[in-house]
């Protein structure tokens, strides 16, 4: 599992990981922990996961990129370039004039 976000919190925290599957299912996972979430759901921790078929993968990851295109902080080609450079992803580039 890899966590991709965590927010710490006066009385808690949040994580949230991602894993692909052996099937090539992606399950992601939310962790809450702390006074907060016991006063919620009368337990100090609560998990939820929400798991991804492999054959839907590609359709999340356009919409997962269009919001990211349409957010306030907009998110580019050169930010998802970086992103692959620092994750030695490998990719490949164009232009046309």
């Known amino acids: ?3 991709i976000y965590r ?3 006066p009385h808690g925290s949040h994580t949230v990981y991602a894993e692909y599957g052996l099937n090539g ?3 992601l996972s939310s962790h809450h922990y702390g006074s907060d979430v016991e006063a919620f759901w009368g337990n100090d921790e609560y998990e ?3 798991t991804i078929d492999k054959d839907g ?3 999340f990851l356009i919409h997962c990129l269009a919001k990211g295109f349409n ?3 907009k998110l ?3 930010d998802i370039q970086k992103v692959c450079d620092k994750e030695k992803i490998n990719y490949s580039t164009n232009t046309w004039v």
Do not use: A, G, W
Request: avoid cysteine; hydrophobic fraction near 35%.
């Open 25 to 27: 299912d992606l399950t």
């Open 48 to 50: 939820y996961y929400l």
């Open 57 to 59: 993968l590609s359709k």
């Open 1 to 3: 599992m890899e966590q």
């Open 7 to 9: 927010e710490e919190f």
């Open 71 to 73: 957010f306030d902080e």
């Open 76 to 78: 580019t080609l050169h």
